[in-house]
């Protein structure tokens, strides 16, 4: 059984940075895509960023750009997501998942995942 972990969320004020951290379980990380998400009240969920776990090819949000960085440690199975100059509507909850790196679909739709973590809640004051 795949199981995802996410941790790092909390309470920021504008311009500030947080790291988001996901470590997984049950899984073999090398064949996998690791994707975050982020769902804001009344909102869609959003991909935001996403790696392919073999080679590191990354693959982000516009919205996100230049702002937020996913990256992995392998040796412990873990994906990050440094976000830096964070604004009000940054304010979500954020879900790491996970699904076969050749799984169809592109790795920031959400629908494509099949492995979902519990959410971290990320807050932005102004």
């Known amino acids: 059984e795949v199981q995802l972990a996410e941790s790092g969320g909390g309470l920021v004020q504008a311009g500030g940075s947080l790291r988001l951290s996901c470590t997984a379980s049950?899984?073999?990380?090398?064949?996998?895509?690791m994707g975050w998400f982020r769902q804001a009240p009344g909102k869609e969920r959003e991909g935001v960023a996403a790696m392919i776990t073999a080679g590191g090819s990354t693959y982000y949000a516009d919205s996100v750009k230049g702002r937020f960085t996913i990256s992995q440690d392998n040796a412990a199975n873990t994906v990050y997501l440094q976000m830096n100059s964070l604004n009000p509507e940054d304010t979500a909850m954020y879900y790491c998942?996970?699904?076969?790196?050749?799984?169809?679909?592109?790795?920031?739709?959400?629908?494509?995942?099949?492995?979902w973590g519990q959410g971290t809640q990320v807050t932005v004051s102004s």
């Open positions: 049950g899984l073999i990380f090398a064949d996998y895509a």
């Open positions: 998942a996970a699904r076969y790196a050749r799984g169809a679909g592109w790795c920031l739709d959400a629908p494509s995942y099949d492995n």
